[in-house]
């Protein structure tokens, strides 16, 4: 009897078994003959390609009335985005099929252009999207803000493998090029671009690119989207490259450019900085998919016409920008001033023009939207050299983008000034005001060259509680936006967007991108050892950080603000400091680097240019701000994401506020090994390398930052 029960129960068994293999190998053909399908009928109407997938559906038994079979077409077409299904951040999976039909998720196919996968920017701006869009979301957190997203199109990236397979005599070379040294990697640089950049792309992905243009007529960026961007363990903020066109000009020439801005995107995959990256955050050995996502640029077209400082001729510049981009935190866990501001509230970064002033470390406008009226400052003349003087655009006719004064687009644009005012206040009598007429402002300097001017950027029309920037509370949409999508990824999110008004003055707000905002670190208390004062290098009281470094520092890099200021060839100190940090003597030694201004700014005269990989490998950076050059938190800036993202700890501080100690004569005067590390590099004066275990044989350098407790300290400890 019991052998019987054994045999019908292995036979239940077999017959699931095999059941379940049948529908697997089902499904798989299903997903393959949609996909072909669909690249039969790409010319064809939305409604008619939809017609026909159902009635692939049902020539294999589904019924598409049925809600678990239009579920599993909804996954098909996911699929078909995705490429690899085993890519699956489960709840950007959930969150995209619960939100998006199966017409939206269809469309999204249809811009889809190649195999392999979109890329998880892709996806989580989709999800974003889908999300925010949605009726009842929007009445559940109470928004009333237009929500869009850009005009968007799709490169798979088998793409990408498609260009290196189509050149494998000139290109086939590098790609293990991630498991060379450090040093070969930076050394093969020049000619991997020269060869990747005099290379044709297949005639299939050119055709591609045109059907694309025949779509968009206005300015559009090219943008990574790889599989490993924005996943929940590693941001890979900034890490590959994006670029903006102006699209211009004839069919040949809007082609050849974009095709030159794809190749310089996919082209970051395989520089220092990229390959560094995922070195330090285990993610070498994962194969990297780089998808690209092709977009129309938020903004609007305005023209300024400036009298030449030269000749007295009136010139003309045609530019395009939005009228503000930013970022956006769910979770506030840096810029705490106040005891009245919470984490849980949230913090936007906000710039006038395109967002790349708001992710480089550039100046932008930070508020914590528990109070997005507070700044820590009250004299106006400081606040404004603490805020945004200079926007990015794009100049249409020199197709790059162009850094100008906010004070010049403003006085000499009437439609853009029109646009920004309510975002300026002018220094008027000592005291900042509302900005009231275009003729108070008050410009000396170029387009290229700002020398002085009386606005300050301080968006005070759009983050005063009391009052209604285009009938909007922005501080409040600001906060149902952050938490709707927080809540929708189950996990604190970081966001990207533009905002803009159309020509019938009606305001949209554009989401660019979203992704999980990594905070682990910041969370975690730091014990700070108890020290003798004589111990002490540097000390801030005001520390809004935690961190501490991984081991103790046999060194200490030191560049001098004035000496840097000074010195002729600024990029020069940033490759000197690469070659310093990753210098054989130093690597299992460890450094700790204190650089003034803004590290790792692409303008060399706010802060010292280094690359991400040229520091990847110090043991902590103090960055410090006097009256030569500034610093700041730059919360939200890729670089800060970066440091943060391989635990590097970061305290900035002010060398002269009273509750900072800053011992410069140690610094200046103990004796410095450059010379001995680069004897021709001819740097010395401005870069000084400090062997601290030679001074004090016992002791090492250690970083400890408290930010709960407001203490950072920088000390010699024994070991």
Partial sequence: MALRISHAVALIVMHAIVSYFKQKISTRRLYREIGQVIEANRDRSLRFLKQQLLEKMASYGLDTSDPEHRALLKRLLLDLLVGDRRLRFTNLHRTL??????????????????????????????????VLSNAR???????????????????????LLEFLHYHEETLGKYRKLKYEP???????????????????LPPSILDSLRDILKEIHRPIIVRSSSKLEDNPDASFAGKYDSYFLANEGSDEQRLEALVQALKKTWLSVFKPDAIVYRRKTGFLRRDEQMGVLIQKVIGRKFTVEYPDPQTGKVQRRRLFAPILAGVGFSRNLIYILSPRMKQEDGLVRLVVGLGTRAVERNRAYEASLSLPGFFPEHNPYRIQKMTQSTMDCLDLERNEIVHVPIAWAARYSPKFYDLVNPFLSVIKDNYLRPLSSQFEIEFEGTP????????????????????????????VEFRAILRALEDAFEHPVDIEFAINVDEHGQLYFYILQARAQLYSEALQHVKIPRYQRRDVIIENRQCLTNGKSRQGSEYLLYVDSRAYKEFPDKQAVARAIGRIVHHPRLCEKGIIAILPGRTGSKNPELG?????????????????????????????????????????????????HPATFFNEDFLKNAPSVTRELLPNAGVEKVVRVIHVSAAFPTKKAFLYLNGMEKHGVLLLRKT
């Fill in 97 to 130: 099929l619960r939100y998006k039909t199966i017409d939206q998720l269809l469309a999204m196919v249809l811009r889809k252009y190649g195999h392999g996968t979109i890329g998880f920017k892709a996806i989580g701006m989709e999800t974003a999207y889908a």
């Fill in 137 to 159: 979301i929007r009445r559940k957190y109470g928004m009333s803000l237009p929500i869009k997203k850009p005009q968007s199109y799709y490169l798979g990236s088998n793409l």
């Fill in 182 to 200: 450090y040093e070969t990697i930076v050394a093969v640089q020049e000619e991997l671009e020269t060869a990747f950049m005099a290379a044709s």
């Fill in 448 to 475: 290229e060259q700002r020398l002085s001017d009386n606005l300050i950027t301080d968006f005070h029309t759009l983050l005063q509680t009391q009052t209604r920037y285009k009938g909007y509370n922005f501080p």
């Fill in 608 to 656: 010292v240019p280094v690359r991400f990989s040229e520091i990847s490998e110090i043991m902590g950076l103090v960055e410090y701000g006097d009256d030569v050059l500034t610093t700041d938190l730059s919360y939200g800036t890729h670089f800060y994401s970066e440091i943060r993202d391989v635990n590097i700890p970061f305290m900035p501080v002010q060398k002269h």
